[in-house]
């Protein structure tokens, strides 16, 4: 019964996210009615409810993790546009015409993103849109467009995709292994969409910000140059220090945040509060969309209710179990991370087989990397780095199922394809 009633709040919040503009309820607050709606549901229905205070901290554990690393990475790019920061950027990417723009942005985000994560880099990349791009229809566009390469791209390294590290982690799959073997199946993934993408986009030239805005900048070249990149190689730092340490990724993340802060702080030491103001960490946090990082928190509350309540487990090994050919479990266990998140599906699996089954790098590992990863992309909120650029833009659910759904599945299988065609 507390299955059926979690499943039923869970399809209700859901339903409120993706009607936002319709019933005029901010998506943040559906999710953490749901979230928390959920988690009842969980320990009125249980007899015993100390296991299930017991999980929901290990689970806020992980979820206070992804959120303070969110927090860490928006600050950042967000004291980097700051100081201008993105200009080192937008400087050097000198064409208007958007069907140019769209490839550029689109195979930049590709590789950054296996060296980042899919997140960070989305992140980044929908920052760097918004100096490049003045038209709101073209900045979601091409945020639709990012979500795509970003998650493709994370899809094949193994610090790109939390899925893809948790593989990685179990060792179920090699680093050098998973690289090799996915790139090229994780690139079709993207060029299918992108080539469908650059007729879909309206051709002409872009007005940029620049065009229509003067700007009046207090900052030298030098600090500009400094904050960027100190700030992107902190960035690309936090996936090696996670690597050497073992950390989870806010702790890097954090250390990233504090040395900007000290840095910036140093760097305007001798300026007026008032003309310090607008480049500090103070302001950056109070730019920061709060209603991004509580809607990742009512999402994620809401998946790891439905982990805990065994709802997931269940699933998966339902499919498992129920459909015979391996690849195309895996092919529906990725195009069902687009509803709910690809961690617990992940994990559900690699709970069920061991290595003494299937062997590190064995193909059902590296073709389950591959579909977790990027089956996210087929709806907006079925990743991080798409939930992430919700927030950020306020793409609506339905405008990025209208335009990008079809092309992001046609990715995925086209991708799933070259891998099984070649291994």
């Known amino acids: 019964m507390s299955q059926i009633l979690i499943i039923i709040t869970f399809i209700a919040g859901y339903a409120a996210i993706v009607t936002e503009h319709k019933i005029h309820v901010n998506k943040a607050a559906s999710a953490l009615i749901a979230g928390a709606l959920t988690w009842t549901i969980f320990i009125l229905f249980s007899p015993v409810k100390e296991p299930v205070t017991e999980a929901i901290g290990e689970h806020m554990a992980d979820i206070s993790g992804i959120l303070f690393f969110l927090l860490g990475a928006m600050t950042i790019v967000e004291l980097i546009d700051s100081h201008d920061g993105f200009d080192i950027i937008t400087e050097r990417i000198r064409t208007r015409n958007r069907r140019k723009l769209l490839w550029i942005i689109c195979i930049i985000t590709f590789f950054l993103s296996a060296l980042l994560d899919n997140l960070t880099t989305t992140i980044v990349m929908v920052s760097l849109t918004r100096k490049l791009l003045n038209e709101e229809r073209d900045r979601w566009f091409m945020a639709g467009a990012v979500i795509i390469a970003a998650n493709a791209g994370g899809a094949w390294s193994p610090m790109g995709d939390v899925s893809t590290t948790m593989l990685w982690i179990g060792q179920q ?169 690809n961690v617990p599906l992940v994990a559900a699996v690699q709970k069920m087989y061991p290595l003494t089954v299937y062997p590190t790098d064995h193909y059902f590992w590296e073709f389950l990397a591959y579909a977790s990863g990027t089956g996210g992309s087929i709806l907006i909120i079925g990743s991080a780095a798409g939930v992430a650029a919700m927030g950020m833009e306020k793409i609506t659910f339905f405008w990025f199922l209208k335009r990008f759904a079809l092309l992001a599945l046609l990715g995925y299988f086209a991708g799933a394809a070259v891998y099984m065609i070649l291994f």
């Open 173 to 341: 799959i090699t680093a050098v292994n998973i690289i090799l073997k996915l790139i090229l199946p994780s690139l079709v993934c993207l060029l299918v969409p992108l080539t469908i993408a650059t007729f879909m986009i309206k051709p002409g030239l872009i007005d940029r910000p620049a065009d229509s805005e003067v700007k009046k900048s207090k900052i030298f070249p030098s600090e500009k140059s400094l904050v960027f990149f100190s700030g992107m190689f902190l960035l690309l730092f936090v996936p090696v220090f996670k690597t050497i340490t073992h950390l989870p990724p806010f702790m890097p993340m954090l250390l990233a945040l504090g040395m900007m802060w000290g840095l910036t702080e140093i760097m305007h030491r001798k300026k007026n509060e008032k003309d310090k103001g607008a480049y500090s960490v103070v302001h950056a946090l109070r730019k920061i969309d709060t209603s991004t990082i509580l809607f990742f928190l009512g999402i994620l509350l809401c998946v790891s209710a439905l982990q805990s309540s065994g709802i997931l487990i269940t699933w998966a090994e339902y499919l498992m179990k129920n459909i015979p050919n391996q690849s195309v479990t895996i092919l529906v266990i990725g195009i069902l991370s687009a509803i709910v998140d």
